[in-house]
C-alpha cells in the first residue's frame, strides 16, 4: 500500500478557502471536523495488516520528486534504473500526473490540479502564525 496524503495543515487550509471569504479563518469546530476526518484516513492506512505500507506527502512528491521516487522503488524493492528514466521522461509522467488528479477530482471543487506544481500548494503561507500555533495545539 502507498498512502499519499496532503501535509494537514495545507489540507485544512485549502478546504478551508475553497469556502471561506477573504480574511475569514477557521473556527475550532471546523477545525475539529478537519482533524477527525484527516485521522480517520490515517487510521485506515495504519490499520493495513503487516509492513507492506509506505506514507508519502503530496507536497513532498511535488517538491522533492526524485528523492521521493528513489524511496517508493525502494519500498516497491525496484532496482534505482527506472529513475534515470523517470528523469529523462520527468515533465511527461508529471504531466499525466496532473492530468489523472483533474480527472479524479472533476466533480470536486478545486479539484483541478495545476501544473504550477509546489507555487500552488501551500496554502499556509499567508495564514497568520498564531493561528498555525493554534493548530499545532489541537
Not at 509522467?93 to 477530482?105: A, C, E, G, K, V
Request: charged fraction near 25%.
Amino acid at each position: 500500500l502507498i498512502f499519499v496524503t496532503r501535509n494537514p495543515k495545507e489540507l485544512l487550509f485549502r478546504d478551508f478557502y475553497l469556502e471561506a471569504a477573504p480574511g475569514d479563518t477557521p473556527s475550532k469546530a471546523f477545525i475539529e471536523e478537519f482533524f477527525d476526518s484527516y485521522l480517520e484516513n490515517l487510521y485506515f492506512f495504519d490499520s493495513w495488516f503487516g509492513p507492506n505500507k509506505f506514507l508519502v506527502f503530496y507536497e513532498d512528491v511535488i517538491n522533492q520528486q526524485e528523492k521521493i521516487y528513489v524511496q517508493v522503488l525502494q519500498f516497491m524493492k525496484e532496482e534505482a534504473t527506472f529513475l534515470q528514466d523517470f528523469t529523462a521522461h520527468k515533465e511527461e509522467y508529471l504531466s499525466l500526473l496532473f492530468d489523472s488528479y483533474t480527472n479524479q477530482h472533476v466533480d470536486f471543487k478545486g479539484g483541478e490540479s495545476s501544473k504550477e506544481g509546489s507555487k500552488e500548494i501551500h496554502y499556509t503561507e499567508n495564514v497568520p502564525s498564531q493561528i498555525l500555533l493554534d493548530i499545532d495545539n489541537y
